[in-house]
């Protein structure tokens, strides 16, 4: 999906109308030479953020504009034809997912943004200001790159300021579009974004400086949370500088899946976290600071008597999952990176995780054909997608046909994101199913 916003505005008579549109149309022609018209060159500069497509290669007319740019890569601008000019973004190994042709007007800066999924990919192309802002202040603008985002509001205040009775400087902004101008007294303010209408915080960049006379895309996008979103600070200068500028915060959620053990807490450097888990069952996420933890997990019955520990960086704007497995006197804790991002349209993903404690690997058949092979104890497989339905799962014994434990109407929902635990003991095994997004 290409994303192209040129306004024009033409008031004339019809005759008038044709004479103008004459040098529009040579322009698109880029004569080098022979003619009376010699256009200039535009400059292209390219951000990556399709989540989980790896580098991409972007080319425009028969100018590589970007070369096997890594997910959060930014160029700067590239000098490539003006006029009617075919936009194509490859992946891998070449494999095309976005090839448009549209208008390059003479000598005008652009910045083009990819991001979504490699099955669900957009690019926007939005075309840089011609002006500058006055002495002592900025402008910003807001384009919305989070996939699955069901938009978001924005807001730019004095560092630490509360947001509770604030309005947002922009609201409801969805995804893949983009605002207009905001203009603000240059200097350092804490920015954030809330979901729409709503005081939850779903990206908060601490403090940023801004400087005068520029004016800048604040660039939203996806790495995985099914809420969170992290951000892109470009300014429309004369290289085309840019910088990451990532959350403050992360999710992670607690499963309980050590047989034999009473309920559990769960602290992060000693901030209290979850309280009370059931074994075979799962929290929702809380959030923490982004960056470098210790989660210490204790039985409810014996308080300040940790069962086990984990030490984990937590990437901002990401969801983990931190599992405690093992026996009695035996538990430990790991965690399992988690993609909540929407699928292909119509399915839903589904990963498969074993901890059952003393089994060894499994298989894992859906509707009797195999889909994950020897998945060991305490580790998950990649994501798999489904269409939305019921199915038959069993866990059998790696390589063989022996069942360990069958499931029937397993029921999921396109656009959503699961993960079937297999917990228990042999003769004991039973499994959760957490939806997590």
Known sequence: MMLLRIARSVSARPAVLAILLVPLLLTGCNLKSGGFIVTKPVHVRVFNALVDGGQVTVTVGNTTVAS?????????????????????????????????????????KYTYLVYGTSAG????????????????????????????????????????????????????IQYSTTTSFATFAAGSYQVRATLPNSKQVIYDAGTVTFSE?????????????????????????TAGTGT?????????????????????????????AFSGIPYANASSYTQLPAGAHTVTVEATTAPGAPIASLQQAFGAATDTSVVVAGLPGAQMAFALQDNNLPGTAGTARLRFVNV?????????????????ASLPTNAGSAYIEFPEDAYTIDFTVAGTAMSLLTLQGVSVTAAHTYTLYLVGTSGQLSALLTRDN
């Not at 090839?99 to 005008?108: A, F, N």
């Not at 059952?356 to 994950?372: C, E, H, T």
Request: aromatic share 10%; hydrophobic share 40%; no cysteine.
């Open 68 to 108: 096997g740019l890594p997910f959060e890569g930014l160029t700067s601008y590239q000098d490539t034809d003006s006029g009617n000019q075919e936009i194509k973004v490859t992946v891998g190994s070449g494999s095309t997912i976005v090839d448009t042709t549209t208008l390059l007007l003479d000598d005008s």
């Open 213 to 237: 006379r520029t004016v800048y895309y604040f660039f939203f996008y996806s790495k995985g949370s099914g809420t969170l979103v992290n951000a892109a600070l470009l300014a429309q200068d």
């Open 356 to 372: 059952a404690a003393n089994l060894g690997p499994v298989d894992v058949l859906v509707n009797f054909a195999r889909k994950v």
């Open 121 to 172: 990919p957009t690019a926007q192309l939005l075309q840089d200001a011609a002006a500058t802002p006055n002495g002592g202040e900025f402008a910003l603008i807001v384009p919305n790159g989070a996939f699955g985002s069901g938009g978001l509001d924005f807001y730019v205040t004095a560092p630490g300021a509360s947001l509770d009775n604030m309005s947002p400087n922009l609201s409801n």
């Open 244 to 272: 990451l500028v990532n959350n403050k915060l992360a999710q992670f959620k607690m499963i309980h899946a050590a047989p034999g053990t009473d309920p559990i807490n769960a602290q992060y450097d000693g901030t209290p």
